[in-house]
Nanobody
Framework: QVQLVESGGGLVQAGGSLRLSCAAS????????MGWFRQAPGKEREFVAA??????YYGDSVKGRFTISRDSAKNTVYLQMNSLKPEDTANYYC??????????????????WGKGTLVTVSS
């Protein structure tokens, strides 16, 4: 089992920045690809970013603005979000998967989820 706890969400103006954190506990952190998804009201859960020790991937809508990183000593993964837009408003979910390729394909490829943290970007 892997437990994931997100933090860092909040309200920010368009053009601003936020950093989300996800603390992982349970099975060995290094075993899993870690990532982020988001879900806006009335929309499907969307892939944002994923990382293992070999590769990093981003969704098209966040490329060049968001950066995922992981700190193995702290068992924590981060999502640095810059140049935020109102359309980035969503609940952001931390995710863990044994296979990063399946995680990239969508929510069905995720093994564990956090409970989410809300990001609101005002115009």
């Amino acid at each position: 089992q892997v437990q994931l706890v997100e933090s860092g969400g909040g309200l920010v103006q368009a053009g601003g920045s936020l950093r989300l954190s996800c603390a992982a506990s349970g099975r060995t952190f290094s075993t899993y690809a870690m990532g982020w998804f988001r879900q806006a009201p009335g929309k499907e859960r969307e892939f944002v970013a994923a990382s293992n020790y070999y590769n990093t991937y981003y969704g098209d809508s966040v490329k060049g603005r968001f950066t995922i990183s992981r700190d193995s000593a702290k068992n924590t993964v981060y999502l640095q979000m810059n140049s935020l837009k109102p359309e980035d408003t969503a609940n952001y979910y931390c995710a863990a998967a044994l296979n990063i390729a399946t995680m990239r394909r969508g929510p069905g490829g995720v093994d564990y989820w956090g409970k989410g943290t809300l990001v609101t970007v005002s115009s």
